[in-house]
């Protein structure tokens, strides 16, 4: 398996962010959690053993059982949760799900599988680990995140030094998931977008939230040649002359992929097999039926 993301450097960014946790570094990771407990709260049944799978934080647990509908949580994490139970959280990098089979009714995932470096094998042990009829919840950057920021430095170090690294992660297309899902066996996927824009006052702001939030790159392949001021003076001045408002102000978007997905059971819903209709649509539609050329 290729290696994209380093996870050992992951671990040391989210530990410096929850040492130095900023008032507000949060808001995107609280947004995404409210959007998650949104969704939940509208499935008619109880999950009374649940599991979230890293994160960070424990914020869409938390909000997930203010909506009534949840047992008390378990965690997988990278790192240890403030505010969770010591003995409530196991262990583990993105790449493993240590869940004994069938042993959660369900799991979610809030911002997480995008430093993933086996994005299928971690579905299928989610998948694996759901009792029958469990129900996955899942929210990811999505292909556009960081759009704006991507485009400055590349165009900064460009033309600074007539080449360019990598600096922002990449993201998949909602359409990837979606295949993803099924691959892993999930009954009834569902994948939708999330656009969600940040306004800042310069590039530097931004970086300071995701340097705060732990979402700074931790490319496998990342260049480890120190950046100089001047290639981040110059992608701040690109990064304003095309990407700011009339007021001055910058925007740097986020593209959150929501998904969800069920263990298979045989009382879910299944599409009719080819040819099994009782009926023609012809006649629903009152027309006449008409054989296609071939």
């Given at each position: 398996m290729d290696r994209?993301?380093?996870?050992?450097?992951?671990?040391?960014?989210?530990?410096?962010?929850?040492?130095?946790?900023?008032?507000?570094?949060?808001?995107?990771l609280r947004r995404v959690a409210e959007d998650m407990a949104d969704r939940l709260s509208v499935v008619e049944r109880r999950f009374e053993h649940p599991v979230q799978v890293q994160g960070g934080l424990a914020l869409a647990a938390g909000m997930m059982s203010a909506t009534g509908k949840t047992g008390e949580f378990r965690y997988v994490d990278l790192c240890a949760l403030p505010g969770a139970d010591?003995?409530?959280?196991?262990?583990a990098d993105p790449d493993h799900v240590p869940l004994a089979p069938a042993s959660a009714d369900l799991i979610v995932s809030p911002l997480a599988l995008h430093v993933t470096n086996d994005t299928p094998g971690v579905l299928v042990q989610m998948r694996r680990a759901l009792r029958p009829d469990g129900l996955m919840l899942a929210a990811t950057p999505g292909a556009g995140t960081l759009g704006e920021l991507r485009e400055s430095l590349l165009a900064a170090?460009?033309?600074?030094?007539g080449g360019a690294n990598a600096r922002v992660h990449p993201f998949a297309d909602?359409?990837?998931?979606?295949?993803?899902?099924?691959?892993?066996?999930?009954?009834l996927p569902v994948t939708d977008i999330d656009d969600i824009v940040v306004r800042y006052a310069d590039m530097f702001g931004l970086l300071r939230d995701l340097r705060a939030m732990g979402m700074t790159s931790v490319l496998a392949d990342r260049s480890r040649k120190p950046v100089s001021r001047s290639l981040f003076l110059r992608a701040a001045q690109i990064y304003a002359?095309?990407?700011?408002?009339?007021?001055?102000?910058?925007?740097?978007?986020f593209s959150i992929i929501h998904l969800s997905g069920w263990a298979p059971h045989e009382s879910q819903q299944k599409p009719l097999k080819p040819g099994?209709?009782?009926?023609?649509?012809?006649?629903?539609?009152?027309?006449?039926?008409?054989?296609?050329?071939?």
């Open positions: 994209l993301f380093d996870h050992t450097l992951l671990r040391q960014r989210r530990l410096r962010a929850l040492a130095g946790l900023e008032p507000g570094a949060d808001f995107l010591a003995g409530s959280v196991t262990l170090e460009s033309e600074l030094t909602i359409r990837d998931y979606g295949a993803l899902l099924q691959r892993a066996g999930f009954a002359e095309r990407f700011s408002d009339p007021d001055g102000r910058i925007r740097a978007s099994s209709a009782k009926a023609r649509l012809a006649d629903a539609l009152r027309t006449p039926e008409r054989k296609l050329p071939r």
